[in-house]
């Protein structure tokens, strides 16, 4: 089968409008992979930038998968939180990237995005905090449902991976 390795990590997160974030991943693959090491989902720490508008994770991501076709490519989901002084955490924006699907080191900006709400939601947001939540987290990458959802841009997660094809050719693939 031919295989597909993805290393590299999320490096941090930028233009919120609030400090003190970290970031729920995960990969979302199709029926026709398979994951051989790795882990194909997980969350960063805090950071609590003091001087800087970044929060940076350098969250390490190392996943090998074998597949028997190209469909179902993987996507990469992406939950940013706030955590307050008081320990609670607030959803500040959703986003998925497709993995590249040429070889060699790629650094990718995934700009977040979140529900906005009905009226009441968002005052009740800005006295109370919280916010609306999807959900299904099949959402962030799906079709056409995400489409019909009114959503609010936030900030953008910065990304470094490396992605090596192997035995491509042997499967009528080129990976030139």
């Avoid at 939950?79 to 924006?93: A, C, I, M, P, S």
Wanted: glycine letters at 12%; aromatic letters at 12%; one cysteine or more.
């Amino acid at each position: 089968m031919a295989e597909v390795h993805i290393i590299g990590q999320i490096i941090g997160a930028s233009g919120f409008p609030q400090h003190s974030l970290f970031c729920k991943w995960g990969l979302h693959t199709g029926g026709a992979w398979k994951l051989l090491s790795g882990v194909v989902e997980g969350q960063t720490q805090v950071d609590h930038p003091q001087n800087d508008d970044m929060a940076f994770w350098s969250h390490p991501i190392d996943m090998h998968f074998a597949t028997k076709g190209l469909q179902g490519w993987p996507k990469l989901h992406l939950q940013v939180w706030h955590q307050d002084t008081f320990g609670r955490n607030e959803l500040y924006g959703y986003s998925f990237l497709h993995i590249p699907s040429t070889p060699g080191t790629h650094t990718l900006l995934s700009p977040t995005w979140r529900p906005l709400g009905t009226w009441q939601e968002q005052i009740c947001q800005m006295f109370v905090g919280g916010g609306p939540q999807l959900k299904s987290a099949s959402l962030i990458y799906g079709g056409s449902d995400r489409y019909r959802l009114q959503t609010v841009a936030m900030g953008q997660v910065h990304l470094e991976l490396t992605v090596i094809l192997r035995n491509f050719e042997r499967y009528g693939v080129e990976s030139s």
